[in-house]
């Protein structure tokens, strides 16, 4: 029951925070051209604490998940007295159009702020890369490498793959996954001559590799000698996992165009998320956890980007066509359009909640 607990208030510290950073993207900038903030709140429901600054209430709410910020001219604003006196030119609509679009996306920057901080601090801490040549760092407990005689600290010099019948000279660790190509797709497991060297001297291991499911090669369950990551390194490889989260992102979004019904079935809603935090948590490794958000953050910031009505991407488009046509769009066509979105957007979140919950049955 205590990890049940624990596994839901980090399930909510860790969507009140993404979503906390993406509102106050939105509260900064605004803030910053001029434009009058009613109120910041931090959570949900009924107010438990409260303070007034110079214009803005800031707030805490009692339901610990998400927050948001009320800004004159926000067109689901248009009926709160709290607008009522706020002058034209302190208002949304009274905004340039770019100072509008850099509102509505600043909630996205701040998601991709959050994502490269928190990278590059697991980089630089805790972030761990391959040494140079050819020299085993460790040897999977229960592996094929440890079950035929591989020890960590072993330099592999040479693979015969009996599969391929080639034979692979080892001068860094990059090249052992090369050898490990799988060519017979009815085989199970393959005999790899591993040659290494240990202590001086020269020893053959003839390693029965099964196959690895994930990458479709054979698998000996060793990795490289690893150092930690330098400041360069770590800003390196902060972005380029930032980058490839994104893309992987873009190419699941496209698959839910392609292919909508299988896409869905594999993506995860409220209760995959939690499913997935539960799982991080009780590992206990901190590092995951803040990885976690960060991947949420950037999911977040990304989906939060689509021109779907309701959206930031929705609201930056429709800035930007009213800059070119010189107008604003009708206010009743925004509002049904924003309902809309937001009712596809309630429909697909039914949808993937209900594949969840199949899949923990």
């Known amino acids: 029951m205590l990890q049940i607990l624990i596994n839901i208030i980090v399930f909510l ?3 009140t925070a993404i979503i906390t950073i993406h509102e106050f993207g939105h509260f900064i900038t605004a803030k910053k051209f001029g434009v009058y903030c009613g109120a910041f709140s931090i959570g949900m429901g009924p107010k438990i604490f409260s303070h007034k600054g110079k214009e803005t209430e800031f707030q805490i709410r009692a339901i610990p998940i998400g927050g948001f910020v009320t800004m004159a001219g926000e067109d689901d604003q248009e009926e709160n007295p709290y607008f009522e006196n706020v002058p034209h030119e302190r208002t949304l609509k ?9 509102i509505f996306l600043a909630g996205i920057f701040m998601n991709f702020v959050l994502a490269i901080v928190i990278m590059f601090a697991l980089n ?3 972030g761990m890369v391959a040494q140079k040549g050819n020299t085993l760092g460790t040897v999977v407990k229960d592996s094929a490498a440890e079950k035929y005689g591989l020890k960590a600290g ?3 010099v040479e693979i015969v793959n009996t599969d391929t019948h080639k034979t692979y000279k080892i001068t860094k660790y990059n090249d052992i996954t090369s050898a490990l190509v799988r060519k017979t797709k009815s085989k199970k497991s393959v005999v790899m001559k591993v040659t290494v060297k240990r202590d001086g001297k020269t020893k053959v291991c003839n390693v029965k590799a099964p196959v690895n499911t994930e990458t479709g090669k054979y698998y000996l369950g060793v990795s490289p000698k690893t150092r930690k990551m330098s400041v360069g390194e770590a800003f390196v490889s902060t972005f380029s996992m930032i980058g490839t989260m994104s893309v992987a992102i873009f190419r699941a979004l496209e698959q839910l165009v392609i292919n909508f019904t299988g896409t869905v079935k594999q993506m995860s809603g409220p209760v995959g998320i939690y499913n997935v935090t539960a799982q991080v948590t009780q590992s206990g490794d901190i590092a995951n956890i803040f990885y976690l958000t960060a991947l949420l953050s950037v999911n977040i910031g990304i989906f939060n980007l689509l021109p779907i009505p309701g959206l ?3 609201q930056t488009l429709f800035a930007i066509i009213e800059g070119i046509i010189r107008r604003e769009l009708p206010q009743r066509v925004k509002l049904i359009l924003q309902a809309a979105g937001l009712s596809l957007i309630l429909l697909l979140m039914v949808v993937v909640t209900y594949q969840d919950i199949l899949k923990l049955m």
Do not use: S
Request: charged share 25%.
């Open 124 to 126: 630089t801490t805790v």
């Open 154 to 156: 072993d330099q592999v």
């Open 312 to 314: 930031d991407g929705a």
């Open 13 to 15: 510290l860790i969507l």
């Open 94 to 102: 009274g905004k340039k159009t770019y100072q509008k679009v850099i």
